[in-house]
C-alpha cells in the first residue's frame, strides 16, 4: 500500500516496523456530548483505512483513547451539577452505539484516560527526569524550547507559533505562550488525584502519549486523526513521547480534511450543527450517511448537503436493489459465463489496486458500481450461471468486508402491513382495482413500495 504520510509530506511506500502487523492510534472522542456528524467523517474514514489494511492482508491493532476528563467535561459538571460518572457514562454508551450504527468496526482497545492516571504521572516523571518540565504555580508543563525537533510535523514556524493567541485556552502562567500543561493543579469543585507534582489531573495532550505507549509500544506504525489535531495537538504528542523515550514515536502520521455542511463549517449558532441522531431522526439511514462519509478522499473536504444525502440514498438503492433482485432470482443454471468471471476478477483487482493508493476510494466505488451495472445487465439476458453467481457473491463478500454497505438490516413488516398486501391482492382477484391502488397508496405513504410480478407481489421499503 501506498499512503499520504503528513510528516513528509509525500506518498509513501507504507511498510510496518513489525512485517505483516500494523499498530495504529487513533485519537478518539471527549465524552461530554454526542459525537457530530464531522467526528464521525474522521471515525469512518479511519475505520476504512483499518479494513483496507486488512483487506491488504495486515494485521492491526488499533487503539482509540476515551477523553473522559477534559475541560468540557469539568465545565458540564459544573453546570449540571454532576458527578464525573454522571457526565461521561451516558455519551461514552451513546459513541459505541452510534459506532455500530454506522458499522465502525471495533478497535482492539479504547483505553480511558481515568483508568491510566498512573501511567500518565510516570511518563510526566520521565519528562521531568530529563529537564522538560518546569514547575508553575502548582500546574507542570512541558518546556518547548527545550525539545528542538518541536513543529516538525506541522511545519510551522517557531515565530508563527508564537504568534498564535489561542495556542492553549487555559488560564495558568507558562514562560512560553507554546508550552503546555503536562499536570494541572488542583482547583476547587474540580475532580482531582494525588501525584508526586501535587494534587491535581493529567493535560489532554498527555493520554495520548501514555496510552500508546503502554498498548503499542515506543515507536509504532501509524497515526491517525483530523487535521486540526495536527498542531498543538500532535505536535504536542511527539514532543512528549519522544521526549520520554527519546526513540522515534510514529513513522507514518495521516489526517482527514474537514466535514463541511452546505460548504460552510459546523456550528451550533448557524443552525447547521448535526449529530448522527439528529439525521435518524429525520428518518435517513445510517448506511447512506455512511457511504457519503466514505465518498470523498479522506484528504479533501467532505460537503454535507440533504441533497447529498439523498443521491448516497439512491446509490445504496441500486445496490440493495441487485442484492433482492439475486436473492428473488435464485437459479441452478448449470455452465459458465467467462466474460463475467474475467469482469468479476477484474474489478474486484481495480478496488484492491484503488485503496491501496492512499485510499483512492473513488476507484473502489466505481469498481463496485460497475459490477452491480453489468450483474444487472446479465440478469436480464439470463446469462448468469450458478457458478458466476458464486464468484460475484465471493467477491462482493470481501468489497464488503471494507464498505460495510451491502448487508441490509433486518426488516420486520408490519402484520398490519402484511394484512394490507394480502388484503390489495384479493381486490385485484376480485377486479376492484379502485380498491387495490388505493391500498398501494396507503403503502406508499408508509414508505412500503410494490412491485407486481407473475410469481406475485413483491415489496420493498424505501430508504431514507
Ligand atoms: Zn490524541
Redesign the pocket.
Same mark, same amino acid.
Not at 492510534?25 to 478518539?28: E, L, S, V
Given at each position: 500500500m501506498r499512503i499520504y504520510n503528513t510528516l513528509s509530506r509525500r506518498i509513501e511506500e507504507f511498510e510496518p516496523l513489525e512485517p505483516g502487523h500494523v499498530r495504529m492510534?487513533? *485519537? $478518539?472522542p471527549t465524552v461530554y456530548d454526542y459525537a457530530h456528524i464531522g467526528n464521525f467523517r474522521s471515525y469512518v474514514w479511519e475505520d476504512l483505512l483499518r479494513r483496507a489494511l486488512k483487506l491488504h492482508g495486515y494485521r492491526v491493532t488499533q487503539v482509540m !483513547?476515551i477523553t473522559d476528563i477534559e475541560d468540557k467535561i469539568i465545565n458540564k459538571m459544573a453546570e449540571e451539577g454532576l458527578t464525573l460518572d454522571e457526565a461521561t457514562a451516558p455519551f461514552i454508551e451513546a459513541f459505541f452505539e452510534d459506532l455500530d450504527t454506522l458499522r465502525i468496526e471495533r478497535a482492539e482497545h479504547y483505553p480511558r484516560a481515568t483508568d491510566h492516571l498512573q501511567e500518565m504521572i510516570e511518563l510526566i516523571g520521565k519528562l521531568r527526569d530529563r529537564g522538560l518540565t518546569y514547575d508553575s504555580k502548582g500546574s507542570l508543563y512541558f518546556r518547548i524550547a527545550a525539545f528542538e525537533a518541536y513543529g516538525r510535523l506541522s511545519n510551522l514556524e517557531n515565530r508563527q507559533i508564537l504568534s498564535g493567541v489561542s495556542v492553549d485556552s487555559d488560564e495558568y502562567e507558562k514562560d512560553d505562550a507554546r508550552d503546555f500543561a503536562l499536570w494541572k493543579g488542583v482547583r476547587p469543585g474540580e475532580p482531582s488525584w494525588p501525584s508526586p507534582f501535587g494534587e491535581g489531573r493529567p493535560g489532554?495532550?498527555l =493520554? *495520548?502519549s501514555a496510552m500508546s505507549l503502554e498498548y503499542l509500544g515506543e515507536s509504532f506504525d501509524l497515526?491517525t $486523526?483530523g487535521v486540526d !489535531?495536527i498542531f498543538p495537538?500532535?505536535e504536542n =504528542?511527539i514532543a512528549q513521547s519522544e521526549g520520554a523515550t527519546g526513540k522515534p514515536f510514529v513513522k507514518y502520521w495521516m489526517h482527514a480534511a474537514h466535514l463541511l455542511v452546505d460548504n460552510e463549517k459546523m456550528s451550533k449558532s448557524k443552525g447547521n450543527f448535526y449529530t448522527l441522531r439528529d439525521l435518524l431522526e429525520r428518518g435517513h439511514e445510517p448506511r447512506a450517511l455512511r457511504l457519503l462519509l466514505l465518498a470523498t478522499h479522506y484528504r479533501s473536504q467532505t460537503n454535507f448537503t440533504f441533497d447529498a444525502l439523498a443521491q448516497s440514498t439512491s446509490e445504496l438503492q441500486r445496490i440493495d436493489d441487485l442484492t433482492a433482485r439475486l436473492e428473488r432470482d435464485q437459479t441452478t443454471q448449470a455452465g459458465s459465463n467467462e466474460t463475467f468471471d474475467t469482469k468479476v476478477d477484474e474489478e474486484a483487482a481495480e478496488f484492491e489496486r484503488s485503496l491501496g493508493d492512499d485510499l483512492n476510494i473513488s476507484g473502489a466505488l466505481g469498481a463496485v458500481f460497475r459490477l452491480v451495472r453489468d450483474t444487472h445487465v446479465a440478469l436480464d439476458k439470463h446469462e448468469l450461471p450458478k457458478s458466476s453467481r458464486e464468484k460475484l457473491a465471493a467477491a462482493f463478500a470481501r468489497m464488503d468486508g471494507v464498505l460495510a454497505l451491502f448487508e441490509r438490516p433486518e426488516v420486520v413488516l408490519d402484520e398490519e402491513i402484511e394484512a394490507l398486501i394480502v388484503r390489495r391482492t384479493e381486490a385485484r382477484k376480485s377486479r376492484d382495482f379502485a380498491e387495490a391502488d388505493r391500498i398501494r397508496d396507503e403503502l406508499e405513504s408508509r414508505g412500503i413500495l410494490l412491485e407486481d410480478s407473475p410469481d406475485g407481489t413483491i415489496w420493498k421499503r424505501r430508504l431514507g
Open positions: 492510534y487513533t *485519537c $478518539g !483513547n489532554w495532550h =493520554e *495520548c497515526h $486523526g !489535531n495537538h500532535h =504528542e
